[in-house]
């Protein structure tokens, strides 16, 4: 059995009983949400009512929970590129002990929105690129930017360490 799970470990690139002292990001392709041929996102595909983008979540308030109820037509695309509030909005959606078992529509927080696991920023490339996203130990402190030593909103995002991840 450990001769099985060492194996299966190296197939995917890890290394048993190697530690290091830097970490190296593990990154695996996870299928999110299903896009329609001209690339549009399918759970908007036919949608007639306003829709609603909100860039940067995290897990308060969020405008699934206090935009939707107010706006019963309107259907919302969030993006929040941190995975665990991504977990948590998803969790949002339904009560876990109803759908055990059952299959979840993919990256769904709300009957009318989709959470995606990515952040966003203008590039001049169609296909996108890789950006370095700064992780804070604040969620608010997360951002493609660089923290500001110099913006009054947000200081206490300068004590914040902020390692980096590729995106």
Not at 146 to 159: D, L, P, T
Request: charged letters at 25%.
């Amino acid at each position: 059995m450990q001769k099985a799970m060492a194996l299966a470990l190296l197939l995917v690139g890890l290394s048993v009983g190697d530690e290091t002292k830097e970490r190296v990001a593990w990154t695996v392709p996870v299928h999110v949400a299903d896009l329609l041929p001209d690339g549009s996102l399918a759970a908007l595909a036919g949608w007639r009512g306003p829709v609603f983008v909100e860039i940067g979540a995290s897990d308060r308030n969020t405008m699934d929970v206090e935009m939707l109820p107010i706006v019963p037509d309107a259907f919302l695309v969030t993006a929040e590129p941190l995975v665990d509030k991504w977990a948590r909005g998803i969790g949002r959606r339904v009560q876990s002990d109803t759908v055990l078992d059952s299959y979840e529509p993919l990256s769904r927080h709300h009957e009318r929105g989709i959470i995606l696991p990515v952040a966003v920023s203008p590039t001049s490339d169609p296909q996108g690129e890789s950006k370095t996203f700064h992780v804070g130990g604040n969620a608010g402190c997360s951002s493609l930017l660089n923290v500001s030593r110099k913006a009054e909103f947000g200081s206490w995002c300068r004590k914040v360490r902020e390692p980096t991840r590729e995106i």
